[in-house]
């Protein structure tokens, strides 16, 4: 099946605004996007009067695995142990959690789900669209990362379980413990390859048989990070522990992104000359925490401007998921450029997920999610109207918002 949207002011996250533009979508996918196109003999909708954007992007969120108004109703951190990079945020989420619904009426289509930050290592990171029943169905990435978390959260854990960590160092120590068990772990089945393939080039009278080494399943994922084929996603707020997350980074040669980089402005040349991206936020709420104490909204515009690549995020529920678009005018409001802002929740967020082949942008091949809004986006009285995923519409206005 294919529609046209027409008569639509695009913004693409790709190139400029299109002026009464037009987005052909076929089978859920974008089959074309820009002005002139002829719709002749298709079925239209007319956008007159609309902005048409990409669906939202979240890179870090909570949203179906901490849930909301109930306080026993958290499925986020996972507290046996200091250190957890086996488990996965696949396995907590809640696909019939009111947090989709709120992300789909405040036009947030895609989120990276991610683990807390209880844990010096944390889970991992599983990419999802904001609709569906089956958390399965929901999936188009997983794993996307592996959280940790430096500064107060895992110390204040490690107290509380009389465990470690319970410093700074300590919380450094287990991830590189971590990474050096992993690298031993590695060793461990070259060898044993290395003596198969020596059994095998023996006649089969003398092979002797070899037992496998014992599978581990967070050493194998702490491999791939290593590897290069997934990113830590390091928590981290102050400026020292942001230098320590680009140490250990270093140190063993992964690919970091900072999550709420709440002080990254303070040593922005040191984050940008390295090309580690940040997700800054959230940029509104109380300083509940020492680290906190630099928190500004003016943060993603710095980095931005510093020439880092930024996504705002909401880290939901802490700012509620249906918010991002908010956060993102009071980003503006203190010094994000306004040209730059729609990168900051689309296609930005999107590399950072890794799904950038598929959303992000309004381009012809990718996932026809996106957004139809009654007014200029970053004017906080402009309302979502409409919200589709893959060309079906999953959510559409009808007045003020009513909780059933």
């Not at 693409?12 to 820009?34: C, H, M, N, Q, S």
């Not at 109930?70 to 086996?86: Q, V």
Request: aromatic content about 6%; charged content about 25%; hydrophobic content about 40%.
């Amino acid at each position: 099946m294919t529609t046209a949207y027409t008569n639509a002011t695009i913004w693409t996250a790709a190139g400029p605004a299109i002026d009464a533009g037009t987005l052909i979508v076929t089978d859920g996918k974008i089959e074309a996007v820009g002005a002139g196109i002829a719709v002749d003999g298709l079925e239209t909708v007319d956008c007159t009067g609309r902005y048409l954007l990409p669906g939202l992007v979240d890179a870090h969120s909570h949203t179906g695995v901490w849930g909301e108004g109930a306080k026993d109703d958290h499925d986020g951190n996972e507290l046996s142990e200091a250190t957890t990079p086996y488990i996965r945020t696949l396995d907590s989420i809640y696909p019939e959690d009111v947090g989709f619904e709120d992300a789909r009426r405040g036009g947030v289509t895609t989120l990276g789900i991610t683990h807390g930050s209880g844990n010096a290592i944390g889970g991992q990171v599983t990419v999802v669209k904001a609709r569906g029943t089956v958390a399965d169905d929901m999936v188009i990435r997983a794993p996307a990362g592996v959280k940790m978390a430096l500064g107060e959260n895992p110390k204040r854990v490690g107290e509380l379980f009389n465990r470690a960590p319970r410093s700074r160092m300590g919380v450094a120590y287990l991830a590189r413990k971590a990474f050096c068990d992993a690298i031993e772990y590695r060793k461990d089945w070259e060898h044993y390859r290395a003596q198969l393939a020596e059994q095998d080039r023996k006649p089969e009278s003398e092979r002797t048989p070899l037992r496998e080494p014992k599978r581990d399943l967070g050493k194998e994922v702490l491999l791939q990070v290593l590897d290069g084929e997934i990113p830590v996603r390091n928590h981290a707020h102050r400026m020292d522990d942001i230098r320590t997350a680009i140490r250990l980074a270093e140190e063993f040669g992964y690919r970091v992104v900072i999550d709420h980089a709440t002080e990254s402005y303070r040593i922005a040349d040191e984050i940008v000359s390295r090309g580690i991206p940040v997700a800054v936020g959230p940029v509104f709420g109380e300083r509940s925490k020492r680290e906190l104490n630099r928190q500004t909204p003016a943060t993603a515009g710095i980095m931005v401007r510093a020439g880092a690549t930024v996504a705002i995020i909401t880290d939901s529920p802490f700012n509620p998921v249906q918010n991002l678009r908010d956060l993102v005018i009071f980003a503006i409001r203190d010094g994000l450029p306004e040209e730059r802002a729609l990168e900051t929740v689309t296609i930005n967020p999107a590399r950072i997920l890794g799904v950038e082949d598929r959303v992000g942008s309004l381009e012809p091949g990718k996932d026809a999610d996106f957004i139809l809004l009654n007014g200029d986006p970053w004017d906080a009285r402009s309302k979502v109207v409409a919200t589709l995923i893959e060309g079906e519409q999953v959510f559409a206005s009808t007045g003020p918002y009513l909780p059933d």
